[in-house]
Structures are given as structure tokens and as C-alpha cells.
């Protein structure tokens, strides 16, 4: 079905130009897109990368530091473990704060 009857030979080579670009393009396309394979790619900033390298450091330390667990547990064992109650009120409230903001 034609929609309109042009006469003007001009015209009709223009027509006949775009739908061959037209094809052309739609054919170069397609075989492009099907040889790309989605790939992907995150790009990290400086500090982004120190703080990975810090969290992966951070994760090989135990969770327990047994050496000063012992310590404590000899100075309890002894009598001569002793923390001021000013120290354990400033660590409460230092903690809470921390609570607070995290």
C-alpha cells in the first residue's frame, strides 16, 4: 500500500537513499551488538581503595586479643587489677555516644 504517489524523480532517489541507510544501518547494528559481550567495570577512587585495603587488613586481626585477656585475667588473679570509677563512667558515656551517632 502506497501512502503517497510521488512523481519528482529527485524525490524518489532520496527515498530510495534513506531506505537503503535505513537497512544498512539496521544491519551494521546488529551484528555489533551481538559480538559485544556486557562486561563490568567499577572504578574506585583512591580513598575508596584504602579503605578496602584497610577492611581486608582489619579482618586478619582476631576478634580477641588474647594477650591482653591474659594480662587482665593475671592482674585480676593477683588482686591488682583496679579501674577508677571515673575511667569506667567515661567509658560508658563515650560508648553511648558512640551508640548515638552510629
Known amino acids: 500500500m502506497k501512502v503517497s504517489d510521488i512523481k519528482d ?5 532520496i ?3 534513506q531506505r537503503s541507510e535505513n537497512a544498512a544501518g539496521a544491519a551494521d547494528r546488529q551484528p555489533a ?4 559481550k556486557p562486561s563490568e567495570k567499577v572504578d574506585l577512587s583512591t ?4 579503605i578496602q585495603k584497610a577492611k581486608v ?3 586478619k586481626l582476631p576478634d580477641v586479643r588474647e594477650e591482653k585477656v591474659r594480662e587482665i585475667k593475671d592482674q585480676v588473679d593477683k588482686g591488682t587489677y583496679n579501674v577508677s ?4 563512667a567515661d567509658k560508658m ?5 558512640i551508640d548515638l551517632f552510629a
Open 33 to 36: 551488538a551481538a559480538s559485544v
Open 9 to 13: 524523480v529527485n524525490a524518489q532517489y
Open 93 to 97: 558515656v563515650g560508648e553511648s555516644i
Open 85 to 88: 570509677g571515673q575511667q569506667i
Open 47 to 50: 580513598m575508596a581503595r584504602d
Open 57 to 59: 587488613e582489619v579482618s
Open 15 to 17: 527515498q530510495q537513499y
